[in-house]
């Protein structure tokens, strides 16, 4: 596997590929890789030639009370990682690199980057979408991977994609989770001892909330009120729990017309826990 640190490097290196005809997939990501980050490289292997990952930890995404300073850096245990499962490219770009003095581009998805998280997290999908633009367009892939976890970010790229008629396949792999249940994520190192053992929870919650709406789609406000009921008593402080539609986001107050989503976020202790749903009712089975 090559490490490559500049765009320059990037692009002479995939020119040469893209010559030979090969299909490129990308997997962008910000390190702190682990099972799911590998489901996205598996994911690519299977259908491309040529599978490139990059590791940037994205500064223009976290807000100033967030985690940057903290977020886990291990280069050369991440490269390790990476080579072991076949990644043909790590790009590793410095900061200065992707953002060089007097850069003042934002790209902002309206509508899709409203609510949800990105009411909690002001300005963190217009950090998102920059930089995920800045990758789409230097690496210039036929497949991009992102996880189903992060379901709105994935909606939010894939609009970005579409928006700019950037020439990429934007794919969504399902979620990896622990075997209790627990969505695979850098921020699940946070959690102490005792709440590892509540964190399934969320999962529990989730999950019921998605399977009664599939058999009873008209009672999305008594689950919602059930949902946040019982994530507060198992310790949980809920930012939301919402049933959108699974293609725009739009709030729906039934579930039965088209295929949604159960999405959800909530603090256990600092450690701040998101994941979704599918909901599929059997009238569209």
Known sequence: MRVVRTIADLRDRLAGWRRSGERLGLVPTMGALHAGHMALVEAGRSDCARVVVTIFVNPTQFAPNEDLGSYPRRESAHLDMLGSTGVDLAFVPA????????????????GLSEGLCGAHRLGHFDGVATVVSKLLIQALPDIAYFGEKDYQQLLIVRRLARDLDLPVQIKG????????????SSRNAYLSSAERRIAPQFVRVLRSVAETLEREPAAVARE????????TRAGFDVEYLEVRDAVDLAPVGAAGSRPCRVLAAAYLGRTRLIDNFPIMPASLT
């Open 224 to 231: 919602i009120e059930w949902g946040r009921r019982e994530l």
């Open 173 to 184: 792999v399902p979620t990896v989770r622990e075997p209790d249940g627990l969505a695979l």
């Open 95 to 110: 900061t200065a690199e992707m953002y060089p003095p007097q850069f003042s581009t934002l790209v902002r998805v309206g």
